[in-house]
């Protein structure tokens, strides 16, 4: 068995020298720093003065026993690991001292590996309880200094949306908030909502586009019993629902060309009038509105209407693509992968920089939540602790179509065509060589300088 210098400071408690002397020989040789007592009393007066990592206690000793002496120190041992030894106990004995604090049980007589193996399985439980105090401490910091509403970001853009979310929660300003599929639209309705006088209210989110064009108005204003066939009851519809919280419109540039003249009028005047009733109710609701569609590009192309636009864009908050930006990538990673640790009860330490290199070139299409969904399926299939390269098998770029060019290009400037082909080859030689960017170079046929300066200009992500 080889030995190894732990540097870590163990107490044994014994009546008997000779096994005192064994172990304290024995543990030397192990790198661990000994000291022993005869009894509970001396072991108490020992860990009021010294901190143990580890302490090996017998519990048929005079004066004071091992289970008294785990009874009486406990407060002393709170960061100690304990493993008790006994001739004459028994598996309830075991359970009594676990019950007391002790971490392990060994019988005596004993083999000298099966002490040392002991604390070697405790010392692993150790460093993993370190480990994973240390990785909540660190969610802790990210989730303090880096987030909002379950969003993590720290690059400026994300900074700078979180700030203006968090004013926005102190007022009951219409938002309108755009961005690609999977940015996070909904999150940051919840933490406007969340972080507002609202918050004790209720938060109705519904998919405009998810709702039959023919179920619509039903759905949002509700109905007078008898007023169609099958309304057999008054049913309120989702912004009588709201009342008093939010209702958070996704997709809301789906709504067909009717039913948005009937929201301006309830933006306009806190109320609605369900279907077959003849008066209109007020109401009071905040409404948050989400989009992945450009509306001013809609309202010129008369597919939505301007009034309704400028309604709703009181307070525009317009939530930038993965893809724009890489730097919160590696933040989101550990985000992630704590989450799946503890979801899929997985022991994955992190992600190696390989793996985390192949992430940051990809382009994210569907962003945040292809990114959570990739980091998912890659824990699921790895047998190991770090996520490596084969656990993200992305379908590679194309390489560039000369016959499409013309719908690549606009223009035409060859200086721009130049800078064009110069990224994308860049960007293939550094996948080629998982960014060895010696090897890049002599793919490429350039100077390290020239690469490193055309990475800069180009903003290519390492």
Not at 113 to 131: G, I
Not at 146 to 158: C, E, L, P, T, V
Not at 369 to 381: D, H, S
Request: hydrophobic share 35%; proline share 3%.
């Amino acid at each position: 068995m080889n030995t190894e210098n732990t540097e870590k400071n163990l107490l044994i408690i014994d009546d008997e020298e000779n096994m005192r002397h064994m172990l304290t020989t024995l543990l030397c040789k192990f790198g661990y720093n000994v000291d022993t007592a005869s009894d509970g009393h001396q072991a108490i007066e020992k860990v009021m003065q010294t901190h143990y990592d580890f302490i090996l206690c017998d519990l048929k000793m005079p004066n004071m026993d091992g289970m008294t002496f785990l009874e009486s120190a406990k407060k002393y041992l709170t960061s100690s690991t304990v493993i008790v030894m006994s001739a004459y106990g028994s598996i309830e004995t075991a359970i009594e001292a676990m019950k007391l604090g002790a971490y392990d049980y060994i019988s005596k007589p004993f083999k000298t590996d099966e002490v040392y193996l002991a604390l070697k399985k405790a010392e692993e439980r150790e460093a993993l309880k370190k480990e994973n105090s240390q990785l909540k401490k660190r969610i802790k910091s990210i989730e303090q200094n880096y987030s909002f509403a379950n969003m993590i970001g720290k690059s400026h853009a994300m900074q700078s949306i979180f700030k203006l979310a968090l004013k926005a929660a102190q007022y009951d300003t219409t938002v309108l908030i755009s961005g690609e599929s999977g940015t996070g639209k909904e999150l940051i309705a919840k933490g406007i909502h969340f972080n507002g006088e609202r918050r004790t209210k209720t938060f109705i989110p519904v998919n405009c586009g998810g709702i039959p064009d023919n179920l619509l108005e039903s759905e949002f204003f509700g109905y007078k019993k008898g007023s169609f066939t099958g309304a057999d009851k008054n049913t309120k519809g989702l912004f009588e629902e709201a009342d008093g919280g939010t209702l958070f419109l996704d997709e809301i540039g789906e709504l067909p060309a009717n039913l948005q003249v009937k929201f301006l009028r309830v933006l306009q005047e806190n109320e609605v009038r369900p279907i077959g009733e003849s008066k209109a109710k007020k109401i009071n609701v905040r409404v948050l509105a989400a989009t992945s569609k450009n509306l001013e590009v809609e309202t010129k192309k008369g597919r939505f209407r301007q009034d309704l636009f400028y309604r709703l864009n009181v307070l525009p908050i317009k939530i930038p693509p993965l893809r724009d930006r890489c730097e919160d990538i590696p933040l989101l990673c550990s985000y992630f992968i704590n989450k799946f640790k503890k979801t899929l009860s997985k022991e994955i330490k992190g992600i190696s920089n390989e793996a985390l290199s192949i992430l940051l070139r990809h382009k994210w299409p569907g962003n945040v939540r292809e990114l959570e969904n990739t980091l998912e399926r890659a824990a699921i299939l790895s047998e190991e602790k770090i996520l490596m390269p084969e656990h993200f098998p992305f379908e590679q770029t194309t390489d560039l179509d000369i016959d499409n060019i013309d719908n690549i290009l606009e223009g035409y400037s060859l200086k721009k065509a130049q800078r064009f082909i110069e990224k994308k080859l860049i960007i293939k030689a550094l996948e080629i060589t998982k960014g060895n960017r010696t090897k890049a170079i002599q793919l490429l046929e350039i100077s390290h300088p020239s690469l490193l300066s055309k990475i800069k200009t180009y903003d290519i992500p390492l």
